[in-house]
């Protein structure tokens, strides 16, 4: 059954499947919660649902996935189902005016196939204002054979109007068990792997099943000899190593990312939390080593100074001062800078 193709959010599809079930359907849904966990995929779910040819036979309101509407829905090509999404063609990907004009009209005509025309936008915080404005028309009278799905990461960005005329739907984020039980079937990996993976994503399944597993621990092994306190202890190897990171091809901000994700498994470590809380597990025993001597406070420091730089990034900063700042400000945290003296 598709349904179950939908790792966790058992609450979210029990709710869809009594609505199609008993035929109370909202006009308009926000699905909303972290990136890549699932909100998009039961979206398209729910949708095969309510044109699955074979649903009525079932007990409850699922898809079949193998009849004409189910198979044209999944390749995006059913005649009654749209997807939006933002235009990536600008330095910051948006859903334009232009895109909404072009819903309207689709859902001036009735339903070619299906009771219902679906609708789904991907990604609903990068709305422009004049498209968000356009869009709240259409929610505040939508025509009685139509339905609109909002996917969302950030639902506070969207206008108030726009969320107070939608159905809301909450996603979380995995747990543990569940994201390695899930990941052990779907990619016939170790348990190992899978608990890796699934402490790396956060229990975004999404992000789980397409990361590469050779390259992340590339990425791990690359990250520890960085912040070794061997490498820390000279201030020119400081420098050098940002300036190498900010010649390479990674985004400035996937490195702080990267640095930010070390710096928290320091106070995790400090603090007692269990081994599978963190996001670098096979690092567990440098971590232990160098969260002996660390300063917390100085470390949650480093943290507020990488979440400044963040929420930053799209300024022209120095990328290489940036780095640079990071791990001066780390080596004094670690307390390497004594060590070395």
């Known amino acids: 059954m598709p349904f179950a193709d939908v790792v966790g959010h058992d609450r979210a599809k029990s709710l869809l499947q009594l609505a199609t079930l008993n035929n109370r359907i909202a006009h308009a849904y926000l699905f909303h919660g972290p990136d890549r966990i699932g909100k998009r995929l039961l979206a398209v779910r729910f949708i095969q649902a309510m044109c699955c040819e074979a649903a009525q036979g079932l007990e409850r309101r699922d898809a079949c996935g193998c009849c004409r509407s189910c198979r044209h829905i999944e390749q995006g090509s059913h005649p ?16 334009k005016i232009e895109e909404i004009r072009e819903l309207e009209s689709r859902l001036i005509y009735r339903p070619l196939i299906a009771e219902r025309k679906y609708c789904l936008i991907d990604d609903a915080e990068s709305l422009t204002i004049e498209a968000a404005n356009a869009l709240l028309k259409t929610l505040e009278e939508p025509p009685g054979y139509a339905l609109l799905i909002l996917i969302a990461s950030r639902p506070y960005a969207l206008p108030a109007t726009i969320r107070s005329r939608c159905q809301s739907l909450r996603f979380t984020a995995l747990s543990q068990a569940q994201s390695c039980a899930a990941l052990i079937e779907a990619r016939r990996i170790s348990e190992a792997d899978a608990q890796l993976l699934a402490a790396v994503s956060e229990g975004r399944f999404g992000e789980a099943l397409t990361t590469d597993l050779t390259a992340l621990r590339e990425r791990h092994e690359a ?119």
């Open 80 to 95: 009654d189902f749209c997807v939006v999404t933002p235009d990536t063609s600008g330095a910051t990907p948006r859903i």
């Open 223 to 341: 990250l520890a000899a960085l912040t070794a306190p061997r490498s820390l202890r000279s201030v020119s190897a400081i420098l050098a190593a940002a300036e190498a990171l900010a010649k390479n091809d990674e985004p400035a901000a996937d490195a702080l990312d990267r640095l930010a994700s070390w710096v928290h498994d320091l106070v995790f470590v400090q603090i007692g939390m269990p081994p599978e809380r963190l996001a670098h597990p096979n690092h567990l025993s440098t971590l232990r080593t160098v969260a002996a001597t660390a300063d917390i406070d100085l470390l949650l420091d480093v943290l507020s100074d990488i979440e400044t730089f963040q929420r930053n990034s799209t300024r022209n900063l120095n990328h290489q001062l940036m780095l640079e700042h990071i791990l001066l400000r780390l080596r004094d945290a670690t307390n390497t800078a004594s060590v070395a003296r």
